[in-house]
């Protein structure tokens, strides 16, 4: 049996590990929650493959063979 000395401390820890598993329990709950979105946006959301990756632009190149670029030469200067 607890005394009316050790009682109010014993109440008040057992309070505290209710309070701890309340949150705990809260987090849980809330992590669970997240989880089950997440993964109804995934499968809401249609599979469509990545884009294809293009290839890098080579700048000197095109310019070399540009059609419409005349060359020094040819404007006789």
Do not use: C
């Amino acid at each position: 049996m607890l005394g009316p000395e050790k009682l109010p401390r014993v109440v008040g820890e057992i309070g505290r590990w209710v309070g701890r598993a309340r949150v705990m329990a809260r987090q849980f709950r809330e992590q669970l929650e997240e989880e089950v979105r997440l993964e109804e946006s995934r499968k809401s959301r249609p599979a469509s493959p990545p884009p294809a990756p293009t290839p890098p632009a080579t700048p000197a190149a095109d310019y070399e063979h540009d059609p419409n670029r005349s060359s020094e030469n040819e404007r006789g200067t």
